[in-house]
């Protein structure tokens, strides 16, 4: 109950197109999304993210959809550019933890020049 | 802008020794998490620390792992044995109350 799903596991677009990476989840105490961007031999590094108060959420070229009945978000990235190229990791919180982290298992994202 | 910092970057040891990996969080939080992520695969949850005390533990963190905080801006995680599963990188992250958690660089944990 405690994982979070990610698909796709990889994802190649050309530059300027949409990727779309999603996530899925069975904890309905999770309340906090976030999306993090790790580039290798670095840390996760937080991208944006969202409260289940809210459909959707943008910044810049990013967006979170956030389908709360279905238990699902996803991460969209408009106008990709070759240096998204990185994995991209959906997380999941609750307010009733510690605040921990829990993953999904990543999305290999390649921007083709 | 403040960072989380974590020393090693790389620390190799031997089946069996103890290793300390350090961590500076961001200045004005409060919690702290040590995270797992063996090469490949996702990010694991190892410990949260709040107010000087484990407030969360996973299944990894077993008797061979402890935690500290030394003194006020210091956060330790130590490995009394390590075995060659535990070779992954440890981040260390920390927030400060809400919800934005900020990670560190990340120390490569290499066991021979």
């Known amino acids: 109950q405690q994982q979070v799903k990610q698909s796709p596991q990889s994802l190649i677009v050309q530059k300027g197109g949409i990727s779309i990476i999603n996530c899925a989840y069975e904890?309905?105490?999770?309340?906090?999304f976030p999306w993090y961007q790790q580039f290798p031999g670095k840390g996760p590094a937080l991208l944006i993210a969202?409260?289940?108060?809210?459909s959707e959420k943008k910044e810049g070229r990013f967006t979170i959809s956030f389908n709360k009945s279905a238990k699902q978000f996803s991460l969209h990235i408009m106008d990709s550019q070759p240096g998204d190229s990185a994995t991209y990791f959906c997380?999941?919180?609750?307010?009733?933890?510690?605040?921990?982290?829990?993953f999904g298992s990543g999305t290999q994202l390649t921007v083709l020049p | 802008e403040p960072e989380v910092t974590q020393t090693p970057s790389h620390q190799v040891t031997q089946m069996g020794q103890e290793v300390i990996l350090r961590c500076v969080p961001i200045s004005n939080h409060l919690y702290f998490y040590w995270y797992r992520q063996i090469l490949g695969q996702k990010v694991e949850f190892l410990v949260s620390f709040y107010n000087n005390e484990i407030s969360e533990k996973s299944e990894i963190f077993d008797d061979q792992f402890s935690v500290e905080r030394p003194d006020g801006s210091n956060f330790t995680l130590k490995i009394r044995s390590t075995k060659l599963e535990d070779s992954a990188m440890y981040f260390c992250?920390?927030?400060?109350?809400?919800?934005?958690?900020?990670f560190g660089p990340g120390t490569r944990l290499t066991v021979t």
């Open positions: 997380a999941a919180t609750s307010s009733g933890s510690a605040r921990q982290l829990t």
């Open positions: 904890n309905t105490a999770f309340d906090y």
């Open positions: 969202i409260r289940p108060d809210v």
């Open positions: 992250a920390s927030i400060a109350g809400v919800d934005e958690q900020y």
